[in-house]
Every structure is written in C-alpha cells, then in structure tokens.
C-alpha cells in the first residue's frame, strides 16, 4: 500500500543549525513527492516537488529510490522555518492526483 | 486573483445529523480535492472532482459525498455523522488533474466538531 513516514513529530534546533526533515514512502510505481509546509496561522502551501529539482527558502530535498526516502533539508535554519511540514506522495493509481501524506514534523527553530 | 475559501470554519453537529461544506476554488481552477485531517495526522485524501465529475475517491464511505458546480466550486456533504469524523477539512484547487505540472492550493479548513 502506498505510504509515507515521518518518523520525528517534533524537531528542534538552534538557528544557524543544519536541518534535515525526514521522509520516507512506500509505492509501487514511479512516485511524485512534495513537501508541504504550514506556517502557524496559515494554511497549507507547496514547498517544494522533486521533478522540479528546486530550492524554495534555502530547503532542498533529493528523491532517492533506492532508500525510498525523500528528506527536506536546509544548511543553516532560521527563526522562520519553524512551522508544520507534511511530506507527501502522488498516487496516481486510480485516483489521478490525489495526495497521500505523512503525519507531519513540527520544525521548532530557536534563537 | 482570489484563493481558496472554505466555508463554514467552525460548526458543531449532533452524531446522526448531515453536514455541508462548501468551498470555492481559486480562480482558473477546474480541479477540487478533499482532505479530512484528524487532530495530530496529516490531510487524509476522501475525494476530487475534475470539472463536475468525481475523478478519485480514498478510503472513505459512501456517506461522504460530494459535488462541483459548473463554477467549479465545490461542496462536500457527509451524511449520519460519527464522533470520528470530528476533524479539520481541507479543500484543495489546482489548474488540473496531472499533479506533476500543477500546484495544489489549499483554503483554511472547516473546522467540524461532532457531539
């Protein structure tokens, strides 16, 4: 069945720290993978998406197939990362275009 | 360029009673997904529809339901409500249904609390 992990809940770290959201998914066929974040008070918004291999706020992530995973990652973290982040995974399958998502990790940055 | 709203944001329902929820789609956008996110999950995919017709549906039961309108807004109905289906509802509109070319743009939520 088509899945994605989060396994951190909550991470914290101190600003100027390097930061490394972890994301891994189960799928049977070639997946598209995003990741999504929620600033507090704001709603849902695309972050980023691996087919188009950006670099959105200084986050990257790298699709690795191998491993099935999909970490969100950024060199030097700032006070305003902190927020809700959701990895998530298309499934095309039957249901063109629908998102399947992980449970989330809380990204605290503290000064 | 208007965004997605989503309307109401909070209501309260009695376990058994019909709900609706509507939702109006960013302008230019043929394509509305439902999410019901449960306190502490992430956005669990119910339904989408791709210009009035229902292009997908997760794993929930017939009582869910939905439509969308010529103006491709779009409305989600849940019939003989349960305590667990209390949760954030997400409505979602994109330019179409081939994900890798589109962005999904969420509204804020309706809020529902069953009792």
């Known amino acids: 069945a088509q899945r994605v992990t989060q396994p951190e809940k909550l991470l914290s770290v101190f600003k100027g720290a390097p930061v490394e959201l972890k994301c891994n998914y189960s799928?049977?066929?070639?997946?598209?993978l995003f990741w999504y974040v929620q600033y507090s008070r704001q709603r849902l918004q695309l972050l980023l998406r691996?087919?188009s291999r950006e670099s959105i706020k200084g986050f990257t992530a790298d699709l690795n197939k191998g491993e099935t995973s999909f970490h969100l990652k950024k060199p030097f973290a700032q006070e305003e990362d902190s927020a809700m982040y959701y990895c998530?995974?298309?499934?095309?399958?039957?249901?063109?275009?629908?998102?399947?998502f992980g449970k989330g990790t809380k990204l605290s940055v503290k000064p | 360029e208007t965004g997605v709203t989503q309307s109401p944001t909070h209501l309260i329902k009695t376990r058994g009673q019909q709900v609706t929820l509507r939702c109006s789609s960013q302008s230019g956008h043929n394509t509305v997904s439902w999410y019901q996110q449960a306190l502490g999950q992430g956005p669990q995919f119910i339904f989408q529809?791709?210009?009035?017709?229902?292009?997908g549906r997760g794993n929930f039961p017939p009582r869910f339901s939905g439509l969308q309108f010529p103006n491709y807004s779009s409305e989600l109905n849940v019939n003989a409500l349960e305590l667990d289906d209390s949760a954030l509802y997400l409505c979602a509109s994109s330019p179409g249904v081939s994900v890798s070319n589109t962005e999904a743009f969420f509204g804020q939520g309706t809020r529902l609390t069953v009792v």
């Open positions: 998530a995974l298309s499934d095309y399958g039957g249901s063109q275009g629908n998102l399947i």
């Open positions: 529809y791709y210009r009035e017709e229902e292009n």
């Open positions: 691996h087919i």
């Open positions: 799928y049977s066929g070639s997946p598209e």
